[in-house]
């Protein structure tokens, strides 16, 4: 019989002005509050018995060092850039220095909305993205990115 594996753990990095989610232009955004997907996405993990570690943060260099500091203690991160998606650099590089794939998230289509918000720096980074399903965006991102991992572990 082998060893049972450790149990899994995502990311969930939540970029700049997220924490508004709720109040922050609710005709493209929704009433939801950010806290309200964070419970949908603990939910989620509850039912697919994996962890999670959350944060958001207004600041680039507050996840990249989040990255850093989860490097070996993670499978996987659901990210969703926000204000960094055309200009992260520095969020680019940390994504794709880590060993465990990454899935873009958007609430809205960043492709429907103004030309400028259609490129997206941190794309080329991830292994996918996930966009204008709204909140179901990250539980749709969740599942896919478990389901990847469990794929490559077995």
Not at 15 to 23: C, I
Not at 75 to 99: E, F, S, W, Y
């Amino acid at each position: 019989m082998s060893p049972a594996l450790p149990r899994m753990r995502i990311l969930v990095l939540h970029g700049p002005n997220l924490n508004l989610f709720g109040r922050r232009e609710p005709h493209i955004y929704g009433t939801t509050t950010l806290a309200e997907i964070n419970e949908r996405l603990q939910t989620l993990a509850l039912e697919l018995d994996v962890d999670l570690a959350v944060v958001q943060s207004n600041h680039e260099g507050v996840l990249v060092d989040f990255l850093h500091a989860h490097i070996d203690s993670a499978q996987g991160a659901l990210i969703n850039p926000a204000g960094l998606t055309q200009h992260g650099v520095p969020l680019h590089d940390a994504i794709k220095a880590m060993p465990f794939p990454s899935i873009e998230v958007h609430m809205s289509n960043i492709a429907a909305r103004e030309p400028w918000r259609a490129h997206s720096i941190i794309s080329p980074a991830v292994k996918g993205t996930v966009q204008g399903l709204g909140p179901q965006s990250y539980l749709a991102a969740l599942r896919a990115l478990v389901t990847m991992q469990r794929e490559a572990r077995a």
